[in-house]
């Protein structure tokens, strides 16, 4: 299933972030992401075992850090590539002392836009 947090209006909770943020193979995973990879790359930059690596994927794309995006490919053997999905995290505190989190996502390009439209079209159909 491919996740995109930057066209989902839910935001995660801060304990999720907090725990795929302390984990230390997210944070490699994360490092490792200088431009958008497979889990094969990944595995191969990092070094993490195959069924820990993509437990970790899955982590990071709950907590929308992570975006996940297929690519086509000619043989018909699609990928999914992973991607960072967000700029900058706050952890604030309120008055209750309730951790609030608000993670700043990149601006879209108007392809990504027109993606996220017709990705929304086809969930309707």
């Not at 989902?8 to 958008?36: H, K, W």
């Not at 993490?48 to 690519?71: F, G, V, W």
């Not at 996220?116 to 159909?125: F, G, K, M």
Request: some cysteine.
């Amino acid at each position: 299933m491919v996740r995109d947090p930057l066209a989902s209006t839910n935001e995660p909770s801060a304990a999720e972030v907090c725990a795929a943020l302390d984990d230390p193979d997210c944070r490699e995973i994360i490092r490792a992401l200088e431009t958008p990879l497979t889990a094969a790359e990944i595995q191969e930059r990092c070094d993490i075992p195959q069924s820990t690596l993509y437990r970790k994927l899955e982590q990071l794309t709950d907590a929308t850090l992570l975006e996940e995006s297929t690519e086509i490919r000619r043989d018909g053997h699609h990928a999914s590539k992973y991607s960072i999905a967000f700029e900058e995290i706050r952890i604030t505190m309120d008055e209750d002392h309730t951790l609030d989190v608000a993670v700043e996502r990149p601006a879209r390009t108007a392809d990504e836009r027109l993606a996220d439209l017709w990705s929304e079209v086809r969930r309707e159909t």
